[in-house]
C-alpha cells in the first residue's frame, strides 16, 4: 500500500514526525518498507509567468522570453521548449538556484543572448522520469511562489509491507484508523453525504450465487460529463499511490477505493441490457477484459453480467465491451461485496492481478459498500457533473462476526505485562472494537473491516500493538540448572558429525521437498507423499531417502569442476505408516547417508590413482560404526548396482545399505563414473557398544596361514562367523587375505586363505598345541562347510 504522508494526515495529523510517524506504524505491525521524498533536493525555483517569446536571432530551436518571476523586474531567459508560449505559467529556476544532479543555474550567454535563469520541465526538477517540455502550471498560480510549496514537493511517500490478514488497511482510512488508536490523535474520516436523487433511472439486480456475492449495491448517474478533467488534488494524490491518471471517472472510482478501500466499476449504462446478474460463468463463456486479455472462463469464476451477456469478472476486472470512455454520457456505478474465498486465485490463475481483487481476496468491508457507493456519486457530480439515480441493492445473508471471548489473565500470561481490565478495555475503544464486560474478562464483536479477529490470541495481538512491542520488556529466563548425566552407550549426533568430518565428508543440508522423479529412481516409490501447495513443481513430494539429494550436490559439483567429492546428510525421511506412527499415518524417522564420488584419495605422486568403491565406503561405514560389529549380505535396491550392493545389519536387524549408484542412474544423471553411498538408520549410529578390558598379552603370538577350498556358493561371512563362534580362548583373529579361483582349483570352488593368530596371555603356546588347534579348525570346516585342506 503507497500512499503520500500529506494524505494521511488529512485525515489523522498527530504531532509527530515523519520518521516517528514510520518507526510507529512498524512497531504496531505495518511495516514502511519504503519512504521516500516526492522530489530530490533543489532549491530556489519559484512560479512564473512567460510575458513573451521571441525568435533566437542565432538559433532556430531557441527563443528569449521575457519572464516574470515576481522579482524587481522581468527576467530574460533562453528557451528551448517546444511549448513555450506567452501567458504559460511555469517552474523558473533563478540564477543560483540548484538543480538534482548538482547543477546550478548561473547568468550565462546562450548564443550571444543573456540568460538570467532556467525554465524548467517535470524531469529537470525529478518529479518524472521524461518529459516533452516545460511543466504547465494552473492559471491561477501565484507568481514567485515557491513551486515546492505549490506542488507539496517534500511530501513524503510511504509504502507498507501489509501482511494478508490486515486487509483493512489497504485504504488511507484505515491507516488513519490505525494511527488515531496509535497516537490518540482525532482522525476525520470523509463524510459521504447522500446524494439527491433525481432520476428515476435504476437496474434490477440479481444475485445467483450468493455465497459468491451476498451484497451488491448499484444507480445510475446520468447526464455525467466523461471529459471533464480530473483535478490536481486528486491526479496528485493517485500518483503519488501508485496510479496513473486516466480519466475523471476512472480515477474517482481509484480515489475512492484508496480512500475507504472498497473497489468499484463504472459501467457505461447505453451499453447494458436488462437485469445485473451476480452469477457464476456457465460452460464455454468468454469475456474481453479491459487489458485486452479474451478469456475462457471456467465454472468457479464469479462474473458480473447484464441479460444478455458478461460484463465484468467480479472483484477483479471489468470488461472491454461495456467500460466507459470519453464518450460516456450515462455510468451504472457498481459497488459490491464478494466474499474472499470466490476471489481468491482467480486472477493469478489467468495471469495478471487487480488493485481490486488484492482486496477483496483479503476481505473488504461489507459495512462500508454503500457509503462508498455514495463517496463516488458525490465526487462524479461534483467534478463531472449529473443526475443520480435511487441505489438498488441486493442483499443476501453477509458473512457472520461471531464474538471473541478474551481472558485478562490470559493476556498476563501470554504478555507477561500486568495490564489492568481498564487498561484493556481502553485499548479496544481506541481501536474501535466493541465489548462488553464478563465479570472482568471481555466479549469483543469484531467489526465488518476486521476480518483478522477470530480467536482469543488475535485480540491479545492487538492489546501487545498498541502497547508495543519494544514496551514489553524481555524477561531472562530462570531455571534450576542441574547437571545431567550422560549416557556412554550412546553418541550423540554432533560427535557422529565430527566423526565422518574428520574423515573428510562434508555435511550437506538438502530440501526435504524433492522431485517425484527421485522417488520413483532412487527408492522405487510410485506413491509418495505428495505437498497439498508445492513451493515449486521439482519440490512435490516428501522424500523417503537421502540419495536424491546427495546425487544432485555431486552433478552441482561437477559443474564446477569439482572432480573429488565427500558428502554426508543427516535427516528425516517420510514414510507412510497408517499404525502407530508419531504424526497420524506417517513415520518419520532420521537417517545418515554419506557419498564418495571420484579418487580414493587426493591427488598425489606417492599412489597408483584408482577411483573410489564399494570397500572405501564399506570401510568408512565398519569404522563409523565400531565398536559396534555390522554385517553385510546380499541385496537389491532400486538406486544401487545389482552386483556392488548390500544390506547392513546389526544384531540381525537391517539398518541400511551401502553400494554403488546403479548405472542406469549414472547415465540419466550424467556421471562419468558411479559414486558409492550408504544410508543407515541414524539411532543405530547413536549406539556405542561399551568397549571391555582385554589384557594385552606379554607372550608372543604364533602366526599361521590356512587354505580351504570350499563350494563357490558359500558366503565368506557365514565361514568366519562359524569358525569365531567355535575358536578356542587362545585364538585372538581369523583373518580372510586372499580369495582365489582359477587354474589349480575345481570348477565350481574357490580357495580361502585365511590367517590365524594365536596368542596366550599368561604362557607361551608350544609347537603341537599350535598345530592341534589347526587340526580341529580344518576337520571343523570339513565337517560344516565340506572345505577341503589345499595343498
Not at 55 to 71: F, M, S, T, Y
Not at 109 to 131: F, N, P, Y
Request: hydrophobic fraction near 40%; charge should be negative; aromatic fraction near 6%.
Amino acid at each position: 500500500m503507497k500512499f503520500s504522508e500529506s494524505w494521511l494526515r488529512s485525515f489523522v495529523n498527530p504531532n509527530i514526525t515523519g520518521d516517528e510517524l514510520s518507526h510507529l506504524l512498524t512497531m504496531a505491525g505495518l511495516e514502511v518498507e519504503e519512504e521516500s521524498t516526492v522530489a530530490p533536493a533543489f532549491d530556489n525555483v519559484v512560479i512564473a509567468q512567460v510575458l513573451e517569446v521571441n525568435k533566437h536571432p542565432d538559433a532556430d530551436r531557441l527563443n528569449v522570453c521575457r519572464v516574470d518571476a515576481g522579482q524587481n523586474e522581468p527576467l530574460q531567459i533562453v528557451c528551448g521548449a517546444p511549448n513555450v508560449a506567452a501567458g504559460l505559467k511555469v517552474p523558473c529556476a533563478l540564477p543560483g538556484a540548484k538543480l538534482p544532479g548538482n547543477f546550478t543555474i548561473k547568468v550565462a550567454k546562450v548564443r550571444g543572448i543573456e540568460s538570467s535563469g532556467m525554465l524548467c520541465s517535470a524531469k529537470e526538477l525529478g518529479i518524472a522520469e521524461e518529459a516533452s517540455g516545460l511543466l504547465i502550471l494552473p492559471a491561477d498560480a501565484s507568481i514567485g511562489l515557491d513551486i515546492r510549496s505549490f506542488l507539496d514537493l517534500n511530501d513524503r511517500l510511504l509504502t507498507l509491507k501489509l501482511t494478508p490478514n490486515r486487509a483493512d488497511c489497504l485504504s488511507l482510512t484505515g491507516i488513519a484508523r490505525e494511527v488515531s488508536a496509535l497516537t490518540g490523535a482525532e482522525a476525520h474520516h470523509p463524510e459521504a453525504q447522500s446524494t439527491k436523487v433525481t432520476i428515476d433511472a435504476k437496474r434490477e439486480i440479481i444475485l445467483e450465487a450468493p455465497e459468491a456475492c451476498p451484497l451488491y449495491c448499484g444507480r445510475i448517474v446520468s447526464g455525467v460529463n466523461a471529459k471533464a478533467s480530473t483535478p490536481e488534488w486528486m491526479k496528485r494524490r493517485l500518483e503519488r499511490s501508485g496510479i496513473r491518471s486516466i480519466s475523471a471517472l476512472v480515477d474517482i472510482t481509484n480515489y475512492v477505493m484508496l480512500e475507504l478501500g472498497q473497489p468499484l466499476h463504472a459501467f457505461d449504462n447505453a451499453k447494458l441490457a436488462g437485469a445485473i446478474h451476480a452469477r457464476l460463468a456457465e460452460p464455454g463463456e468468454q469475456i474481453q477484459l479491459l487489458n485486452e486479455q479474451t478469456l475462457g472462463l471456467q465454472a468457479d469464476v464469479l462474473l458480473i453480467a447484464d441479460d444478455k451477456r458478461p460484463l465484468a469478472m467480479a472483484g477483479i476486472m471489468g470488461g472491454e465491451d461495456t467500460g466507459i470512455n470519453l464518450d460516456t454520457t450515462e455510468v451504472f456505478l457498481e459497488s459490491a461485496f464478494f466474499a474472499p474465498k470466490a476471489i481468491a486465485g482467480r486472477a493469478r490463475r489467468y495471469g495478471f492481478g487487480s488493485d481490486a481483487s488484492h482486496r477483496f481476496e483479503r476481505g473488504v468491508d461489507f459495512g462500508g459498500t454503500r457509503q462508498a457507493l455514495e463517496r463516488a456519486t458525490q465526487l462524479i457530480i461534483e467534478i463531472c457533473g449529473g443526475n443520480a439515480g435511487p441505489i438498488t441493492e441486493a442483499k443476501e445473508q453477509l458473512p457472520v462476526r461471531p464474538p471473541v471471548s478474551l481472558r485478562t489473565s490470559r493476556v498476563v500470561k501470554v504478555l507477561g505485562v500486568p495490564f489492568s481490565s481498564e487498561q484493556i478495555g481502553d485499548f479496544f475503544a481506541r481501536l474501535g472494537l466493541p465489548f462488553v464486560r464478563d465479570e472482568g474478562d471481555f466479549v469483543v464483536t469484531p467489526p465488518s473491516y476486521r476480518f483478522d479477529i477470530e480467536i482469543e490470541e488475535d485480540l491479545i495481538e492487538e492489546i501487545a500493538r498498541l502497547h508495543g512491542y519494544d514496551n514489553i520488556q524481555a524477561v531472562s529466563p530462570r531455571a534450576a540448572l542441574t547437571m545431567l548425566p550422560q549416557t556412554e552407550d550412546t553418541r550423540p549426533l554432533p560427535r557422529i558429525r565430527q566423526a565422518l568430518a574428520d574423515r573428510g565428508f562434508q555435511e550437506v543440508i538438502n530440501y526435504a521437498f524433492i522431485d517425484a522423479s527421485w522417488e520413483d529412481d532412487f527408492s522405487g516409490n510410485t506413491s509418495a507423499i505428495r505437498l497439498a501447495n508445492p513451493i515449486a513443481s521439482h519440490m512435490s513430494v516428501m522424500r523417503s531417502t537421502l540419495i536424491g539429494g546427495l546425487i544432485s550436490n555431486v552433478v552441482t559439483n561437477l559443474k564446477r569442476k569439482q572432480t573429488r567429492v565427500r558428502l554426508f546428510e543427516t535427516g528425516r525421511c517420510f514414510f507412510r505408516d497408517p499404525a502407530g506412527a508419531p504424526v497420524e499415518g506417517f513415520r518419520q524417522p532420521w537417517k545418515l547417508a554419506a557419498l564418495a564420488y571420484g579418487p580414493a584419495l587426493p591427488e598425489q605422486w606417492g599412489v597408483i590413482d584408482r577411483n573410489v568403491d564399494f570397500y572405501d565406503i564399506k570401510g568408512e561405514l565398519e569404522l563409523l560404526m565400531a565398536p559396534a560389529l555390522i554385517r553385510f549380505e546380499k541385496f537389491s535396491h532400486p538406486a544401487l548396482h545389482p552386483g556392488r550392493s548390500a544390506k547392513v545389519t546389526l544384531q540381525g536387524k537391517t539398518v541400511g545399505f551401502v553400494g554403488e549408484l546403479h548405472p542406469e542412474w549414472q547415465q540419466k544423471y550424467d556421471l562419468p563414473s558411479a559414486p558409492v553411498i550408504f544410508e543407515v538408520d541414524l539411532e543405530a549410529v547413536k549406539l556405542a557398544k561399551l568397549p571391555t578390558y582385554v589384557e594385552v598379552s606379554r607372550q608372543p603370538p604364533a602366526i599361521r596361514d590356512l587354505a580351504v577350498v570350499v563350494d563357490h556358493k558359500i558366503a565368506i561371512q557365514s565361514l568366519l562367523d562359524a569358525l569365531n563362534e567355535n575358536r578356542p580362548s587362545h585364538v585372538q583373529e581369523i583373518r580372510l587375505f586372499d580369495v582365489y579361483a582359477g587354474k589349480g582349483i575345481e570348477a565350481g570352488k574357490k580357495s580361502l586363505a585365511l590367517r590365524i593368530v594365536m596368542q596366550d596371555t599368561q604362557r607361551t603356546l608350544q609347537e603341537a598345541e599350535v598345530d592341534d588347534t589347526l587340526k580341529n579348525m580344518v576337520v571343523f570346516l570339513q565337517n560344516t562347510f565340506d572345505a577341503n585342506l589345499r595343498v
